[in-house]
Structure formats: structure tokens, C-alpha cells
Nanobody
Framework: VQLVEAGGGLVQAGGSLRLSCVASGSIVSINAMGWYRQAPGKQRELVSAITGGGSTNYADSVKGRFTISIDNAKKTVYLQMNSLKPEDTAVYYC????????WGQGTQVTVSS
């Protein structure tokens, strides 16, 4: 399974970005996925996850600002990020809610103050 993240960029505080992650390879469908991020000098952390039943959960730091969604037909998971803060600056990755796949290259999100 290959995961390719996209949609990052440089944005001012308060702005928005929409990240996408396309899964390909030996995978029929994606039902449960997660978004992770890793800031410089910090460990990778789970930001949000969505289950096969559509339940979602979010880290407290992003709750109310980020929204995760899945398009199974496109094997794509999205992360809508609103009201971005400088502390959201990180490389963002997708994977299973438990990271069972190899990591993609990630997409850099930089939020300026």
C-alpha cells in the first residue's frame, strides 16, 4: 500500500488548508484512517482518526478546527484544517488509526504568525 499526501503549504494564522491522502496498491478500500503530524524535534502524533462506521475523533489541540473525512470511491482521506495556528506547523501524514502501512512522504504545513 502506498500513501501519498498533498495539500500542504504556507498559510497565515487563521487560514485554512485541505490535505488529501490517496491510497494505492494492494488495498481494496479504506474504511478507517488517521492523520498524524510531526513537528520539528517532536514525536509523531495522531491528530485525527475516522473509523469504518464514520465515527471521528480528534486531538484536543485541533478539536473544533479540523475535520477528517473519507471518500472510499477515490480511496482518499481528507483533513480540512481551519483557524490554523503557528503550533499546527508540522509535516502531516496519513496512515491507519494504528499505523499499519508504510509512511508516505508527508506534506509540510507551515503556519506563520
Amino acid at each position: 500500500v502506498q500513501l501519498v499526501e498533498a495539500g500542504g503549504g504556507l498559510v497565515q494564522a487563521g487560514g485554512s488548508l485541505r490535505l488529501s491522502c490517496v491510497a494505492s496498491g494492494s488495498i481494496v478500500s479504506i474504511n478507517a484512517m488517521g492523520w498524524y503530524r510531526q513537528a520539528p524535534g517532536k514525536q509523531r502524533e495522531l491528530v485525527s482518526a475516522i473509523t469504518g462506521g464514520g465515527s471521528t475523533n480528534y486531538a484536543d489541540s485541533v478539536k473544533g478546527r479540523f475535520t477528517i473525512s473519507i471518500d472510499n470511491a477515490k480511496k482518499t482521506v481528507y483533513l480540512q484544517m481551519n483557524s490554523l495556528k503557528p503550533e499546527d506547523t508540522a509535516v502531516y501524514y496519513c496512515n491507519g488509526p494504528n499505523p499499519i502501512y508504510g509512511w508516505g512522504q508527508g506534506t509540510q504545513v507551515t503556519v506563520s504568525s
